[in-house]
């Protein structure tokens, strides 16, 4: 791959001094300005000492962004896929660290924030993008001011909000394998210059790519209807609130995937050929999610500070059968049910002391107390093996103080000095099995969530944790155009339980997570504003990280569990370059390219389940001696690589806007690579091998003169390549292995008044 990094710099090293010689009536318009908050003040992106790639409405449209995975490619050094069965949740990894679990009690390394709520669990976080006003992608600890801690990155998206006047926006999408979207907002004025309101509809439906060759049904579907409501009352000049509502239903059907033993495992069906799409089921595939939650947010201007509320709460239940081994064998169905109830409430205090003076005049200064809650329940009903079913319960309260000071030491030097203190606690209880007569045909024949939640729990756990991060740093103005900065800052999460552990010795709880790293970056205009150059380099090194690993189980009637485990340390460093060019009138060239190297330090775990030897030693850590008379045995595993962690990774795009009478048309093709990486967890298994790919995205848009009409046909994976996403080892019995999206395109007509 150096070959292709050497090549690649060499490249834009000749066009950014080829472009110096442009005749200047053929230089082009400045880059336009992007305005963040990823500091909870808005600001030019390019003043901002943190590593973000951020995407406007516009920027969505011209991706033709559907969702959430669809900013990873133009982020250095991220990935964003579905949860393989779960294809409406996000696993993101930001700089080689992430996860792919799905379980409520594991929660994720990336925080994702909506309108400024945290949210929890990767469940019906995949989100579309229509009506989103901005995307900020931001890579490193977000620990100080980012709701919940974060640990290796976060996300932040923004919804439109009413503008106080009539209007329209609606898009019309038919494409193959039975694409077919329906996209609305209506805004309106209800009082004048008072209250406002805008309604946000999508009815988003999709047959599947993959075909059960034992039916012919389709899998792979998906159908989502989301509703947002917003409100913005403004009844004085120095107080807003908006009230923002949203109800999702998703019926989708599970997600294709093939069984792909390993030698050993007890399930050796293979699949009868080598199309990745066609695939054998027996059992129900099907995953429905009902989610509704609400915010509030209150702006109040009362002088030298504004004071600002942002409460928020979901309530998601998700029902989800799976044919857990992937195949047409009755060896393995499931029935999932779960909820989730989770409410935050932050309150900041932001100074406003441009109008003082001395000391204050150059600080700003954010100050707040944050509250977080959530309890889930889990029921896993197995028609098969018992047939039995199994509990989790979990209820955690987070509570945090923090603050954020910048401060102007002079007209080019900024100082930064941000601190979160927070305190959590996590109270976990499990029943691992209780018989129960459940036909795989028939899921109105499962326990109830309110039956299993009075069986015997003998499974327990707790968690009292407490942590304090930090960040600091400081960024100097060399010019109008050039800011470089030097940043440290740290992440945490609090220690997690396995929540599919069959008895107290592999249940955890986890260590804490946490993170420190060190940042420095270039942000610069060239050119009369028509290039821009972002260099970022960065090392972080991460503390006791845990992940859950299925193992072989005598403590479950399955015969598998998933073991919660504190494996260690690891180091992560790289560096990422953005370039947006502008190199002649209507052209717009992208470069993104992520280096990234990461390892662990320490490794010290069982990944193969108990077993029977005699004295057993450990080679680096403990030996857990079992009821049954069977040992857990950790042994050392640093020589493998960390899941979702490619060495390099590009992502270039060329986009053309041809003026023509009738509105211009905008051409855009876009391309990105990867190294090869694992998709499995820790276990580095082969058949978990993917990367080495190209994958090619096209569009060709036309927009009427007056902005009112858009026609744009695009094409994703246009070179059709076929993929390994992920693959999920279970235990002794088999490996779930899944296929990333083939090529898909469709035509979107929208309108807009």
């Known amino acids: 791959m150096k070959k292709y990094s050497l090549a690649l710099i060499g490249f834009l090293s000749s066009g950014f001094f080829a472009s110096t010689a442009l005749a200047a009536d053929e230089k082009p318009g400045g880059i336009e300005e992007l305005v963040v908050t990823a500091r909870y003040r808005e600001e030019s992106a390019q003043d901002v000492p943190v590593a973000l790639t951020a995407f406007t409405e516009d920027m969505l449209l011209k991706i033709a962004a559907q969702d959430l995975r669809d900013v990873g490619p133009a982020s250095p050094n991220v990935r964003i896929q579905p949860v393989v069965t779960f294809q409406n949740s996000a696993a993101v990894s930001i700089r080689g660290m992430g996860g792919q679990g799905i379980e409520s009690t594991e929660e994720m390394r990336v925080g994702i924030s909506i309108n400024g709520v945290f949210t929890s669990r990767p469940i019906a976080t995949l989100t579309d993008l229509f009506d989103v006003e901005m995307v900020e992608v931001l890579r490193g600890p977000q620990g100080t001011t980012f709701g919940k801690n974060s640990l290796s990155g976060g996300i932040n998206m923004t919804t439109k909000r009413p503008e106080g006047k009539w209007g329209f926006d609606g898009e019309v999408t038919a494409g193959n394998y039975g ?32 075909t059960n060759r034992v039916n012919g049904d389709n899998l792979g579907g998906e159908g989502l209807d989301v509703i947002r409501a917003t409100l913005l009352y403004t009844p004085v000049e120095s107080f807003d609130a908006t009230l923002i509502y949203t109800y999702l239903n998703e019926n989708s059907t599970a997600p294709g995937g093939e069984n792909d033993p390993s030698p050993g495992q007890l399930l050796q069906f293979r699949e009868t050929d080598n199309d990745p799409f066609s695939v054998g089921r027996d059992a129900l595939e099907f995953a429905n999610t009902d989610q509704d939650g609400g915010t509030v947010i209150m702006n109040w201007d ?104 910048i401060y102007a ?12 203190y927070t305190d959590e606690q996590k109270d976990f209880e499990r029943n691992p099995g209780t018989g129960f007569p459940v036909n795989a045909r028939d899921p109105n024949s499962r326990p109830s969530i309110a039956f299993m939640s009075t069986r015997p729990m003998t499974v327990t756990g707790n968690v009292d944790s407490d942590n304090t991060s930090i960040r600091t740093g400081v960024d100097y103005r060399f010019t109008d155009a050039i800011m470089a900065y030097a940043m440290f800052a740290q992440g945490y999460k609090a220690g997690e339980f396995g929540a599919r552990a069959g008895s107290n010795f592999t249940v955890g709880p986890t260590k804490d997570e946490t993170s420190d790293s060190f940042e420095i970056g ?232």
């Not at 008072?194 to 439906?205: K, T």
Request: aromatic fraction near 14%.
């Open 409 to 420: 030491i002079n007209d080019k030097t900024n100082f930064t000095f941000g601190v979160r």
């Open 179 to 210: 694409r077919e979207d329906y996209r609305v907002a209506v805004e309106a004025p209800i009082l004048e210059n008072v209250l406002s309101a805008r309604v946000a509809g999508l009815f988003q439906n999709y047959d599947g790519h993959f």
């Open 302 to 405: 009362v002088g030298i500070v504004t004071l600002t509320s942002v409460t928020g709460w979901a309530d998601t239940d998700d029902f989800i059968a799976s044919d857990f081994d992937q195949t047409e064998i009755p060896f393995f169905p499931t029935f999932r049910d779960q909820t989730h109830d989770q409410f935050s409430s932050e309150l900041r205090a932001h100074s406003n002391f441009a109008e003082q003076s001395g000391f204050l005049s150059n600080l700003d200064l954010v100050v707040g107390l944050y509250y977080f809650e959530q309890e889930h329940e889990l029921v896993q009903s197995f028609p098969t093996l018992g047939p039995s079913a199994d509990y989790a319960h979990q209820e955690e309260d987070q509570w945090a103080i923090f603050s954020q000071a």
């Open 522 to 753: 270039v942000k610069s205009t060239w050119l009369d504003d028509s290039l821009r150059l972002n260099v970022t380099g960065f090392y972080t090194e991460y503390h006791d990280l845990a992940f859950g690993v299925f193992i072989p189980s005598p403590n479950n009637p399955t015969g598998q569990e998933t073991s919660a485990q504190s494996i260690g340390e690891a180091t992560t460093y790289g560096a990422e370059f953005e370039v947006l060019w502008l190199p002649i009138e209507h052209l717009t060239l992208e470069m993104n390219l992520g280096l990234l190297n990461a390892e662990y330090d320490e490794f010290c775990a069982d990944l193969d389940g108990p077993s029977a030897a005699v004295n057993p030693v450990s080679s680096c850590g403990r030996v857990t001696a079992l009821p049954n008379g069977t040992f857990l045995i950790d042994t050392d595993h640093t020589n493998l690589d960390l899941p979702r962690a490619p060495e390099t990774d590009f992502y270039l795009a060329a986009e053309y806007e041809l003026p023509t009478p009738v509105g211009p048309i905008t051409a855009r093709i876009s391309t990105n690579y990867e190294d090869e990486f694992f998709t499995d967890g820790v276990t580095n298994n082969p058949k978990a091998l993917t990367g080495d790919y190209w994958l090619w995205d096209t569009s060709v848009t036309w927009n009427s003169n007056d902005g009112s009409w858009r026609v744009q046909a695009w094409c994703k994976n246009c070179g059709d390549e076929t993929y390994v996403m992920g693959l999920t080892p279970t235990a002794n019995f088999f490996n779930q292995k899944f296929w990333g999206n083939p090529q898909t395109y469709g035509l979107t007509l929208g309108y807009k008044i």
